[in-house]
């Protein structure tokens, strides 16, 4: 397909692990890139990760990457209430970024 | 530091009318992006410059158009706005057109009625 495919939802407890995933379609994407956007807000970059790379962990995030299936998701450790958001998986293509629909974060205490 | 910066941060406009949003990158940065974001919806591409040069355009009308400024500011415009144009316009800053971070402003929330 064309475009980058998200899973809508996720609905998480206060302190366990979230993990979005993504599929994106462009195998030259060489950076790959997870966003949030808060209500009312724009967009906040969160990490990114080379396409030469299978994991990147920055603190709470850890990105997974399987070049292979065009997979990659986002697992967020010990979740924060702080944390509910959307989140956004974006590939670059022709320099541009192309994003999935969001994953709505819900975090409940 | 200042991040990028939007403005206005929120518009109502009328069918039929013309707007300009504006967009400041963050300083250093030489290249801006523009989005639109409909409800429930990723970002769509727009446009890109680089250099005041038009790098990139989506699969938008002809009504929207932009320019960059020698300062690396940017101007979107919509003509003949419809109510479908109602969306949240975000604007990203880097610093080149390769695939580099892109950092995003607030956004311009345009209501058309």
């Known amino acids: 397909g064309e475009d980058v495919e998200q899973s809508l939802f996720l609905s998480v407890r206060e302190g366990d692990s979230s993990v979005i995933n993504c599929t994106y379609t462009?195998?030259?994407?060489?950076?790959l890139y997870w966003y949030k956007q808060e209500p009312g807000a724009g967009l906040q970059l969160l990490t990114y990760?080379?396409?030469?790379?299978d994991m990147k962990q920055d603190q709470r995030l850890t990105v997974l990457l399987n070049k292979k299936d065009k997979h990659l998701s986002l697992r967020i450790a010990d979740t924060q209430t702080g944390d509910s958001a959307i989140y956004f998986c974006?590939?670059?293509?022709?320099?541009?970024?192309?994003f999935g629909k969001g994953t709505m974060l819900l975090v409940s205490p | 530091d200042a991040g990028v910066t939007q403005s206005p941060t929120h518009l109502i406009k009328t069918r039929g009318q013309h707007v300009t949003l504006r967009c400041s990158p963050i300083?250093?940065?030489?290249?801006v992006s523009w989005y639109q974001q409909v409800l429930g919806q990723g970002p769509q591409f727009i446009f890109q410059?680089?250099?005041?040069?038009?790098?990139g355009r989506g699969n938008f009308p002809d009504r929207f158009s932009a320019r960059q400024f020698p300062n690396y500011s940017s101007e979107l415009n919509v003509n003949a706005l419809l109510l479908g144009d109602s969306a949240l316009y975000l604007c990203?800053?880097?610093?080149?057109?390769?695939?580099?971070?892109?950092?995003f402003g607030q956004g311009t929330r345009l209501t058309v009625v």
């Open positions: 462009d195998s030259s994407s060489t950076y």
């Open positions: 990760i080379f396409s030469n790379m």
């Open positions: 974006a590939e670059t293509r022709y320099s541009t970024l192309t």
């Open positions: 410059y680089y250099e005041k040069e038009e790098r």
């Open positions: 300083s250093g940065h030489k290249s």
């Open positions: 990203a800053s880097s610093t080149g057109t390769g695939e580099t971070e892109a950092f």
